[in-house]
């Protein structure tokens, strides 16, 4: 497949917007710039059921690739407990609704902004 470059904002906002597609609840988008060299960005949401966590993870990884991006890794779809993709510049966290509040991620990252989602 030919791989081509998605700038970082844009890869947020489809991201953003697969997951609300899929009824992601929460959804928060954290600035990593200047804080980590990891990624650009972190979306971080959660699902109420096993089923939605795999859905919300499934329609941004098709989303994703459709637009040339190269998944570097998904961890976690067969437990859907915590699901992680990288997608390079923009790391997405999908919690189970339980996990999300156990791990609290926004507190880890509380020196990043709070990016605006529309």
Same mark, same amino acid.
């Given at each position: /497949?030919?791989?081509?470059? @998605?700038?970082?904002?844009?890869?947020?906002?489809? $991201? $953003? %917007? %697969?997951?609300? !597609?899929?009824?992601?609840?929460?959804?928060?988008?954290?600035?990593?710039?200047?804080?980590?060299?990891?990624?650009?960005?972190?979306? @971080?949401? +959660? !699902?109420? %059921?096993?089923?939605?966590?795999?859905?919300? &993870?499934?329609? @941004?990884?098709?989303? &994703?690739?459709?637009?040339?991006?190269?998944?570097? !890794?998904?961890?976690? /779809?067969? %437990?859907?407990?915590?699901?992680?993709?990288?997608? !390079?510049?923009?790391? $997405? +966290?999908?919690? +189970?609704?339980?996990?999300?509040?156990?791990?609290? @991620?926004?507190?880890?990252?509380?020196?990043?902004?709070?990016?605006?989602?529309?």
């Amino acid at each position: /497949m030919n791989q081509k470059f @998605i700038e970082p904002k844009k890869l947020l906002d489809l $991201v $953003v %917007s %697969s997951a609300q !597609g899929k009824k992601a609840m929460n959804v928060v988008a954290l600035d990593l710039k200047g804080i980590s060299l990891v990624a650009d960005y972190f979306v @971080i949401c +959660h !699902g109420n %059921s096993d089923v939605q966590v795999q859905a919300i &993870a499934t329609d @941004i990884r098709k989303e &994703a690739m459709s637009a040339g991006t190269t998944i570097r !890794g998904i961890e976690g /779809m067969d %437990s859907a407990r915590w699901v992680l993709m990288d997608l !390079g510049d923009v790391i $997405v +966290h999908i919690f +189970h609704r339980d996990e999300r509040e156990f791990y609290n @991620i926004e507190k880890l990252w509380s020196d990043a902004k709070v990016v605006e989602i529309v």
